[in-house]
């Protein structure tokens, strides 16, 4: 399904302008097609970077500083070549046109990562750290995405497959040979080695809830009455003037995201419209986009104005929400007449309040020590398999205590089959087509 015959072509730096702008070539007439673009005749000499004018047609564009990497010993295992140009959108865009005149073909998504797995460059989840660790938002991101990209679940992954693989092999062996009886393994042993591997599954669960909340991040909706400082809430928790604010109740009407870091948890903040009984068509919208953006949301933030009463309408909102993860906010602390006494009283306006805030927010998920041990596994895929692996673990413990000696090693066998399965194919070593061109199809271009 996937092919590897051709040279792939992309621009790797992100749209937009900047001081330095890549064109990378990857395939096996990556070094040909790019002489084809340079003014120089001279081969380009392994891994040295080499100044060279760039031209297209008989016109030169730019200068550029152009890296062969030649096959096994690059980023896709195939030869690569690396043209920084200036960022210039419009000068990378004429390069990557040169390079497709010239016999390129222009890169999918994720095309130059899956190169790299598919010649065993990385294996599917060093791959899918490589997304992760672009696409991180917070230190604590980017830092379990390298160890993964380190290899850390690779090499926790292959710890377990290499004992189930072992042990696979003693059990058949005993099938094959069954007069040896147990001589491959007995029972006792066999029941030792699987509530090791049961306890590997489980501390890397265990690990994984941490894990997704490192890399998945929290959803939090805002939500209230109108007028209550949402988007104020929204703008400072947030660092920037997202959302408008303005003295006039409903002011807000589209739902705004924003995803922060909040002292290391990656949160996406969700501003809404103020709820409320409304004539106004537009506002009414607004106003079911954010009873819906409250029904997902892992963590419904509910602001309260602390200057004025507490109405009918505030309480049907707690009522709502009663049943929800939720945290409720006391804005506008800097007001006179502000009367609470609850903990989280915040002002958006001053920020007092806001940190205790942030607090909360890492409390209400238990994501207080986040950072302390960081957890090898962190993505949902990983730990729907890991899971798997673990019933079929689990219901070949179960077969081998309920049968004593009279254990049938093929039905057990079949249980530890499954597991292995499953690691393989978080490995990718087994992964589905389908399951591969997923993953790549969510990465950017030119990575
Ligand atoms: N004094 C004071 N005023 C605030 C505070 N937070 C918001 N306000 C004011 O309250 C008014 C409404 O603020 P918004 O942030 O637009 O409120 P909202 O809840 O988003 O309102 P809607 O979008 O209409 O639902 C504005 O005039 C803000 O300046 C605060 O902490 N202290
Ligand atoms: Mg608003």
């Known amino acids: 399904m996937f092919s590897t015959a051709d040279t792939i072509v992309a621009i790797a730096t992100p749209p937009g302008r900047g001081g330095i702008g890549i064109v990378r070539l990857s395939g096996p007439d990556a070094h040909a097609i790019a002489r084809v673009i340079l003014a120089s005749n001279a081969p380009l000499e392994p891994r040295r970077a080499t100044f060279a004018k760039v031209c297209v047609g008989d016109q030169i564009i730019d200068h550029a500083v152009v890296t062969l990497f030649p096959s096994p010993h690059s980023y896709t295992g195939e ?29 999918g998504p994720g095309e130059f990562t899956l190169r790299a797995f598919l010649n065993s460059r990385l294996d599917l989840p060093q791959a899918e750290a490589v997304a ?40 058949e062996a005993s099938v094959d040979f069954p007069d040896e009886g147990y001589h491959f393994i007995d029972p006792a042993q066999l029941r030792s080695v699987l509530d090791d591997l049961l306890r590997a599954t489980s501390s890397l669960l265990v690990e994984g809830r941490r894990g997704r909340l490192i890399r998945d991040g929290l959803q939090v909706a805002i939500v209230g009455k109108p007028n209550v400082g949402k988007s104020s809430l929204f703008n400072a928790l947030a660092g920037a003037d997202r959302a408008i604010v303005t003295p006039v109740p409903g002011t807000t009407r589209d739902l705004i995201t924003e995803t922060v870091d909040i002292d290391g948890l990656r949160v996406t ?78 002002s958006a306006k001053t920020g007092a309040g806001l940190n205790g805030l942030r607090g909360a927010l890492h409390e209400v998920f238990g994501a207080n020590d ?36 009279s254990l049938s090693e093929e039905f057990v066998l079949v249980d530890l089959q499954a597991a292995r399965d499953a690691f393989e194919e978080i490995s990718g070593r087994r992964a589905p087509d389908d399951v591969i061109a997923h993953i790549f199809s969510k990465f950017c271009i030119g990575k």
Not at 295 to 322: K, R, W
Not at 378 to 391: E, P
């Open 79 to 107: 030869d690569v070549v690396e043209i920084s140009a200036h960022g210039s959108p419009v000068v990378l865009r004429s390069i990557v046109v040169a390079a497709a005149d010239a016999g390129a073909r222009l890169a």
């Open 132 to 171: 992760d660790l672009i696409d991180a938002v917070t230190p604590l991101q980017a830092r379990t995405a390298f160890d993964q990209l380190e290899g850390t679940l690779t090499n926790r992954i292959a710890e377990i497959d290499n004992a189930l693989f072992d042990l696979i092999a003693r059990l």
């Open 269 to 346: 903040l969700v501003d809404s419209a103020g709820i409320r009984d409304t004539d106004d068509s537009i506002e009414s919208v607004g106003v079911g986009l954010a009873k819906h953006a409250m029904e997902v949301a892992d963590v419904v933030l509910v602001v309260l104005d602390g200057s004025l009463p507490f109405d009918q309408a505030d309480a049907a909102l707690l009522e709502n929400t009663a049943e929800r993860k939720r945290l409720v906010v006391w804005n506008k602390s800097d007001v006179e007449t502000f009367k609470t006494s609850s903990s989280l009283a915040v």
């Open 370 to 405: 986040l950072a302390r041990d960081r957890p090898a596994i962190t993505n949902l895929r990983h730990l729907g398999l890991v899971q798997r692996a673990d019933r079929a673990l689990t219901r070949a413990r179960a077969a081998v205590s309920e049968s004593g000696d």
